[in-house]
């Protein structure tokens, strides 16, 4: 998926219910790993990623991927 494209209302983390805005807004608010996301927004801690997400697997290399475009460069 390439989340540069994706439109803000798209949802990273079904489990959760979390949009790319919503990730996207914590990342600017200092969220730098996939730790604090979590802890921002409740991204990734839900558990049912193989029967939620359509892609059947955990949202967490999305928030990295995320992360990568949208975080501070070092």
């Avoid at 200092?30 to 990623?49: H, L, M, S």
């Amino acid at each position: 998926m390439n989340w540069k494209d994706e439109k803000d209302e798209t949802l990273v983390c079904f489990c959760s219910r979390v949009d790319k805005a919503t990730v996207v807004a914590a990342i600017k608010k200092g969220a730098n790993d996939v730790k604090a996301i979590q802890e921002q927004t409740k991204a990734g801690v839900g558990g049912r990623c193989k029967e939620l997400n359509p892609r059947g697997r955990c949202c967490h290399p999305d928030i990295k991927e995320l992360l990568e475009i949208y975080g501070e460069k070092r």
